[in-house]
Structure formats: C-alpha cells, structure tokens
C-alpha cells in the first residue's frame, strides 16, 4: 500500500479530526453563544474542514539518502543475496482495518436504502388527503410552500421526504388536534420543503455512511441536524405569532414512537435534541451581529491553531524521496583511511530496501545505548594533541553502526582508534512509521588530554 493511503495516515487524520471537532465543540459553549443559523454554519464549517484536511495541510516527504560509490565494484551474488528471517508472518493490520471500514459502509449504505424502501412502503400504504383542512391551507399560505399530504395508517409521521415531489406524511392523531397545532405542525414541515432540507439530508447520510468510524463526524452531523431544527422551530413561531400551541403541540408528540427505519427523513421530533429544542424556544437570548463576528472569528483563530497543532502532532507522510548521493573512494586528504561503504540496509520484514534514511519527517533519531571511549596514543599524548573527529555514519535496523566517511580528520592513529572505538558502539535504531531502518548520523569523538 502507498504511503498516502496506508494506516498510519489513516489514524493520523482520524486524531486531527478529533483534536479540530473537539475544539469546535466546546467553543461555543465558552463563548456563550446560543444562535442556531450561524451554529448549522459552524459546524459544516467544521465538517468541510474535517474533509479537506488532507489537501490543506502540509505533507511530509522523508528524504532517502541513496549513497552510490564512485567507482562500483561488481556485485557477487552470493554477498547480494539475503536471507529472510523464519518466523511468523506480519499481521497485515492496513488490510485488515480497510476491509473493516469497506464493510461497514457497505452495510450503512445498505441501512440507508432500506430506509428508503421504507418509506416509498409508507407512501404507498398511505392515503392522500384530497380536502385540506382549513388549518392546513392557512400554512401553505404562511410558507409559502406545498407538497402532497398524506395520512398514514400506521401513524407514522410527521414526516417530509422528497426533493421534486415532495410527500408530508402525516398520522391519523394528526386530525384529532386543535386547529393551531394541526398548522404549527403543517408550518414545520412545509418549511422543511421549501428549504429542500430532504436533499441536505440524504447527503449527511451519504457522509455519515462512508465516515461511520468516526465519533466526532457523528457529533457534527447530530448538531446540524439540531441546529436545522431549531432554525425551524423559531421561523414557525415567528410565522403564526403563537409559541404556546407549538410547544405543546412539540411536548404532545414526544410520546410517539417514530419508526426508526426512516433514517434519511427529517423526522418533525428527533427525541435527543427535544429538551434543547424547547430551551432554545423559551429562552430567548439576542446577541448582537458584532459580537456575533467577532466571536467567531476568535473561534476560527482558535480552531486555525488547533489544526496547525494536529498537522504537527500527527503528519500526513507522502512517498519518501530519494536524493543521490556520490561518495568518494578516500575519506580525507589528510590521511589516507579506506572508506567503509555504505551497507545494503535491510528494514524490518527483511525486504531489501534502498538507501538510507535521514532524521526528520518522521523518522526518529538513534539513542545511544553503550558508548566505548577511543585509545589515546602515546605519540599523540606526547604531541599534546587533542580535538574532535567528526565520522558521518549510518546506524542499522540491528543497532550496530556503519562508518560511511571521515567529516574532520584529527590524527591518523587517533581517527583509527576513533573507527575502532565506534564498532563497539551499539543504539537503539531510529523509526520511520514505528519500523526500525537505517538512519544517517553525525558522530563527534573527542580526545581530550586530562591533566
């Protein structure tokens, strides 16, 4: 699998998802706002964000040094042939996890289409309301709106589904209410249609089914659905001027029990949001359009800074890239030292791999575990020599090292000692995507005279 889609990536943009929706959540409640069409704004806002991530952010390439020598020497088969560890096979985790998530949203799409056979059962068991009642005419007026009304014997309803041919599902209670629930009721569900929240629905189902892993997509698709709601429930009041007989009308229904195979319809009462719903309408907070700006421009600024963090803490890593690199036959012209090439590194898994990598984009650096200090010459004591030897050098899977060059030369016999000492050196390897693999150092050896 290419790195742009294997699982680390996957579990990365999973927990930058979280640590922005998070964030997005709890803001509002800091900042005291309770207004429900900037509210459905914010969190699609989020939800695009939580989409998009991957294109707006900064991908991390990891470089690979590939060392070539400048004269190569024929390769023997018997030294380029590498035998693979016996053990037991890696667990294949990306496969497994994709074929989980591929399945699950083969049975939420599956779910969704049942609820849609659902419901063309319930129109066509339904019976259309050929004479409107006067309460039911008085609504249309008042929205604007208009659509097939439909009794249904199961008494299932209120429900809108529809984009062109909108049908509004009612229950046989539904004619045994007061004249002003009857079109408080008509009002809600008729400004459902004119807004063409049916459309907007099926698509929120449609992102819940392919992202139905994810805790925080659920939460931001609940809130909108709330939010759209609650932008409703205020707009019918204002419409027919009576709060009274809409929340009683609202409180009334909450003992229905809705068939919950009508997942993609906009049910008139999602029980879990009735309390906030009836708290939005009774209390009537007014917040004036400055602040109303000025805190979410604070709350982006703040969700901006969140997501640069997330980028940090868990990168997007691309295909890694592979920079040439010629080495020399000599080491220094100071001394002339054979250069140990560099080695064929073999990552784990035993899968020949080429090149070496370098410290950054996700790739940890070696930690030194057991250190022995260079011999220092009589020759050099007696010259009262001292310094630092700089050797680049490349740390394998195994812990061991492998001298690649001399960067600053000291002393021939102290820069031998120096390469001695250095193959008694044993590191925790670097990581790259929590494997160990070959990881370019630079060493500094120092030889210091003690008095």
């Not at 496969?95 to 659902?118: M, N, P, S």
């Not at 002003?180 to 449609?206: F, G, M, N, P, S």
């Not at 993609?264 to 009537?284: G, T, V």
Request: neutral net charge.
């Amino acid at each position: 699998m290419i790195p742009e889609l294997s699982l680390q990536n996957f579990l990365s943009w999973a927990a930058q998802v979280s640590a922005i929706a998070l964030v997005g959540a709890v803001l509002p409640s800091i900042f005291r706002i309770h207004h429900p069409r900037s509210h459905l704004a914010w969190c699609y806002a989020l939800l695009l964000a939580s989409l998009v991530l991957p294109l707006i952010q900064p991908w991390h390439y990891p470089v690979v040094s590939s060392a070539t020598p400048s004269h190569p020497e024929p390769a023997d088969s018997a030294n380029v042939a590498h035998s693979t560890p016996a053990g037991r096979a890696a667990i294949p985790w990306s496969l497994i996890v994709g074929w989980i998530l591929l399945a699950g949203i083969v049975a939420r799409l599956c779910w969704f289409l049942a609820g849609l056979y659902q419901i063309r059962r319930y129109r066509t068991a339904a019976t259309p309301l050929r004479c409107l009642p006067e309460p039911v005419r008085w609504a249309r007026t008042l929205t604007h709106g208009d659509g097939l009304f439909c009794i249904s014997r199961s008494n299932t309803g209120p429900v809108t589904f529809g984009l062109f041919r909108p049908v509004i599902l009612l229950p046989e209670s539904f004619l045994t209410l007061k004249p002003d629930a009857q079109c408080a009721i008509v009002c809600h569900e008729l400004l459902h249609v004119r807004r063409k929240d049916w459309l907007i629905t099926v698509i929120e189902e449609l992102i819940g089914a392919c992202l139905w892993f994810h805790p925080a997509v659920w939460w931001l698709l609940s809130q909108t659905k709330l939010a759209r709601e609650q932008i409703v429930d205020s707009e019918v009041i204002r419409l027919t001027a009576a709060p009274d007989p809409y929340i009683d009308v609202l409180l009334a229904m909450a003992g229905a029990d809705p068939d919950s195979s009508l997942v993609p319809a906009p049910l008139f009462l999602y029980k879990s949001h009735l309390i906030r719903r009836l708290r939005s309408l009774l209390i009537d907070c007014p917040i004036s359009t400055l602040r109303l700006m000025w805190s979410y421009a604070s709350m982006a600024a703040v969700v901006a800074v969140t997501g640069f963090l997330a980028f940090t803490s868990f990168p997007l890593m691309g295909q890694q890239q592979t920079q040439e690199a010629v080495l020399p036959e000599t080491v220094s012209s100071r001394g002339n030292f054979p250069q140990t090439a560099l080695p064929t590194p073999m990552p784990a898994g035993g899968a020949a791999m080429e090149g070496v990598f370098r410290v950054g984009g996700g790739v940890t650096a070696p930690k030194l575990i057991t250190q022995v200090d260079p011999e220092y010459s009589d020759a050099a004591r007696e010259a009262l020599t001292q310094g630092t030897v700089v050797v680049q050098a490349v740390v394998q899977p195994d812990g061991t090292m492998s001298v690649a060059r001399i960067l600053r030369s000291l002393n021939p016999e102290l820069d031998q000692n120096a390469l001695r000492a250095m193959q008694e050196w044993r590191f925790e390897p670097g990581t790259f995507r929590g494997e160990p693999v070959p990881v370019e150092i630079d060493v500094e050896v120092n030889f210091k005279l003690r008095r």
